[in-house]
Protein backbone atom coordinates (compact mmCIF):
# COMPACT_ATOMS: atom_id res chain seq x y z
CA UNK A 1 0.00 0.00 0.00
CA UNK A 2 1.33 3.27 -1.02
CA UNK A 3 1.23 6.55 1.48
CA UNK A 4 -1.40 8.32 -0.38
CA UNK A 5 -4.18 4.87 -0.15
CA UNK A 6 -3.11 5.03 3.78
CA UNK A 7 -3.82 8.65 4.37
CA UNK A 8 -7.33 8.23 2.40
CA UNK A 9 -7.96 4.77 4.95
CA UNK A 10 -7.18 7.23 7.83
CA UNK A 11 -9.12 9.98 6.52
CA UNK A 12 -11.98 7.04 6.49
CA UNK A 13 -11.59 5.85 9.60
CA UNK A 14 -11.40 9.36 11.58
CA UNK A 15 -15.12 9.88 9.87
CA UNK A 16 -15.98 6.07 10.78
CA UNK A 17 -16.65 4.90 7.41
CA UNK A 18 -13.84 2.25 7.38
CA UNK A 19 -15.01 -1.56 7.32
CA UNK A 20 -13.54 -4.04 9.72
CA UNK A 21 -11.20 -5.20 6.70
CA UNK A 22 -9.64 -1.74 6.16
CA UNK A 23 -9.42 -1.22 9.75
CA UNK A 24 -7.11 -4.67 9.63
CA UNK A 25 -5.34 -2.80 6.91
CA UNK A 26 -4.09 0.31 9.05
CA UNK A 27 -3.55 -1.82 12.14
CA UNK A 28 -0.95 -4.10 10.01
CA UNK A 29 0.60 -0.89 8.23
CA UNK A 30 1.07 0.64 11.55
CA UNK A 31 2.71 -2.03 12.55
CA UNK A 32 5.64 -1.31 10.28
CA UNK A 33 7.63 1.71 9.39
CA UNK A 34 5.69 4.66 8.69
CA UNK A 35 6.32 8.32 6.66
CA UNK A 36 6.63 11.20 9.42
CA UNK A 37 3.14 12.79 9.17
CA UNK A 38 1.51 9.43 10.27
CA UNK A 39 3.64 8.84 13.68
CA UNK A 40 1.12 10.04 15.75
CA UNK A 41 -2.04 8.00 13.99
CA UNK A 42 0.78 5.31 14.55
CA UNK A 43 1.08 5.85 17.91
CA UNK A 44 -2.93 5.77 18.74
CA UNK A 45 -3.12 2.75 17.10
CA UNK A 46 -0.01 0.96 18.46
CA UNK A 47 -2.26 2.15 22.24
CA UNK A 48 -5.38 0.82 21.02
CA UNK A 49 -3.46 -2.89 20.42
CA UNK A 50 -1.96 -2.76 23.88
CA UNK A 51 -5.14 -2.35 25.40
CA UNK A 52 -7.08 -4.85 23.49
CA UNK A 53 -4.41 -6.95 24.90
CA UNK A 54 -4.60 -6.25 28.58
CA UNK A 55 -7.09 -8.34 30.57
CA UNK A 56 -9.28 -7.67 33.46
CA UNK A 57 -9.24 -9.95 36.28
CA UNK A 58 -12.77 -10.62 36.71
CA UNK A 59 -12.93 -10.47 40.66
CA UNK A 60 -10.65 -6.90 40.30
CA UNK A 61 -13.13 -5.73 37.93
CA UNK A 62 -16.31 -6.54 40.32
CA UNK A 63 -14.55 -5.10 43.51
CA UNK A 64 -13.79 -1.72 41.67
CA UNK A 65 -17.51 -1.69 40.35
CA UNK A 66 -18.37 -2.35 43.69
CA UNK A 67 -16.12 0.25 45.50
CA UNK A 68 -17.49 3.03 42.91
CA UNK A 69 -20.85 2.04 43.51
CA UNK A 70 -20.73 2.23 47.53
CA UNK A 71 -18.92 5.66 46.77
CA UNK A 72 -21.29 7.24 45.05
CA UNK A 73 -24.53 5.76 47.07
CA UNK A 74 -25.15 8.20 49.98
CA UNK A 75 -25.91 5.89 53.15
CA UNK A 76 -29.12 6.38 54.92
CA UNK A 77 -29.09 7.07 58.38
CA UNK A 78 -30.39 4.56 60.03
CA UNK A 79 -33.25 4.94 62.99
CA UNK A 80 -32.21 2.39 65.86
CA UNK A 81 -35.16 0.32 67.89
CA UNK A 82 -34.14 2.38 70.96
CA UNK A 83 -34.76 5.59 69.26
CA UNK A 84 -37.83 4.80 67.80
CA UNK A 85 -38.84 3.69 71.59
CA UNK A 86 -37.72 6.96 72.73
CA UNK A 87 -40.08 9.22 70.26
CA UNK A 88 -42.93 6.59 71.08
CA UNK A 89 -42.31 7.60 74.87
CA UNK A 90 -42.59 11.31 74.36
CA UNK A 91 -45.94 11.28 72.14
CA UNK A 92 -47.38 8.85 75.07
CA UNK A 93 -46.06 11.27 77.75
CA UNK A 94 -48.12 14.98 75.57
CA UNK A 95 -50.77 12.37 74.88
CA UNK A 96 -51.15 11.76 78.53
CA UNK A 97 -50.65 15.55 80.13
CA UNK A 98 -53.27 16.52 77.27
CA UNK A 99 -55.46 14.02 78.88
CA UNK A 100 -55.00 15.40 82.66
CA UNK A 101 -54.93 19.03 81.60
CA UNK A 102 -58.56 18.83 79.93
CA UNK A 103 -59.80 16.82 83.17
CA UNK A 104 -58.46 19.50 85.33
CA UNK A 105 -60.00 21.96 83.53
CA UNK A 106 -63.18 19.90 83.37
CA UNK A 107 -62.95 19.69 87.15
CA UNK A 108 -62.53 23.73 87.59
CA UNK A 109 -65.16 24.81 85.67
CA UNK A 110 -68.14 21.74 85.99
CA UNK A 111 -70.99 24.11 84.39
CA UNK A 112 -69.80 24.83 81.39
CA UNK A 113 -71.97 27.91 79.87
CA UNK A 114 -75.34 26.75 77.83
CA UNK A 115 -78.24 28.47 76.29
CA UNK A 116 -79.71 30.15 79.02
CA UNK A 117 -83.20 30.65 76.97
CA UNK A 118 -85.61 28.33 75.35
CA UNK A 119 -87.35 30.32 73.84
CA UNK A 120 -85.50 33.25 71.35
CA UNK A 121 -88.03 35.76 71.84
CA UNK A 122 -87.19 36.19 75.53
CA UNK A 123 -83.22 35.95 74.62
CA UNK A 124 -83.77 38.93 72.25
CA UNK A 125 -85.59 40.69 75.27
CA UNK A 126 -82.97 40.28 77.58
CA UNK A 127 -80.13 41.14 74.48
CA UNK A 128 -81.72 44.20 74.10
CA UNK A 129 -82.41 45.04 78.35
CA UNK A 130 -78.35 44.48 78.34
CA UNK A 131 -77.25 46.63 75.43
CA UNK A 132 -79.80 49.19 76.25
CA UNK A 133 -77.90 49.19 80.05
CA UNK A 134 -74.60 49.20 78.37
CA UNK A 135 -75.67 52.22 75.55
CA UNK A 136 -77.53 54.64 79.50
CA UNK A 137 -73.30 53.87 80.86
CA UNK A 138 -71.93 55.34 77.47
CA UNK A 139 -74.15 58.14 77.67
CA UNK A 140 -73.70 58.49 81.39
CA UNK A 141 -69.51 58.26 80.83
CA UNK A 142 -69.65 60.93 77.71
CA UNK A 143 -71.52 63.51 79.68
CA UNK A 144 -69.17 63.62 82.29
CA UNK A 145 -66.19 63.58 79.70
CA UNK A 146 -67.91 66.30 78.67
CA UNK A 147 -67.61 68.25 81.83
CA UNK A 148 -63.83 67.01 81.65
CA UNK A 149 -63.13 68.52 78.01
CA UNK A 150 -64.83 71.45 79.86
CA UNK A 151 -62.06 71.67 82.58
CA UNK A 152 -59.25 71.14 79.90
CA UNK A 153 -60.70 74.10 77.92
CA UNK A 154 -60.86 76.60 80.94
CA UNK A 155 -57.01 75.56 81.81
CA UNK A 156 -55.85 76.39 78.27
CA UNK A 157 -57.79 79.33 78.61
CA UNK A 158 -55.78 80.19 81.65
CA UNK A 159 -52.93 79.16 80.36
CA UNK A 160 -53.06 81.20 77.06
CA UNK A 161 -53.56 84.19 79.20
CA UNK A 162 -50.12 83.33 81.41
CA UNK A 163 -48.51 82.53 78.28
CA UNK A 164 -49.81 85.95 76.61
CA UNK A 165 -48.72 87.86 79.86
CA UNK A 166 -45.23 86.25 79.60
CA UNK A 167 -45.05 87.58 75.85
CA UNK A 168 -45.74 90.82 76.58
CA UNK A 169 -43.69 91.29 79.51
CA UNK A 170 -40.72 90.02 77.37
Not at 41 to 61: C, D, H, K, P, W
Amino acid sequence: MDSREIEQLVEKYWNCETLLEEEKQLRDFFRGNMPENLKETAELFRYFEQQQNVAIGQSSFDAEVKKKIAASVPKAKSVSLFNMARIAAGVVVLVAAGYFVREEVRKAYPDEPKDTFSDPRMALEETKKALMMISNSFNKAHKEASKIEMFNEAEQQIQGKRIDEKKTNI
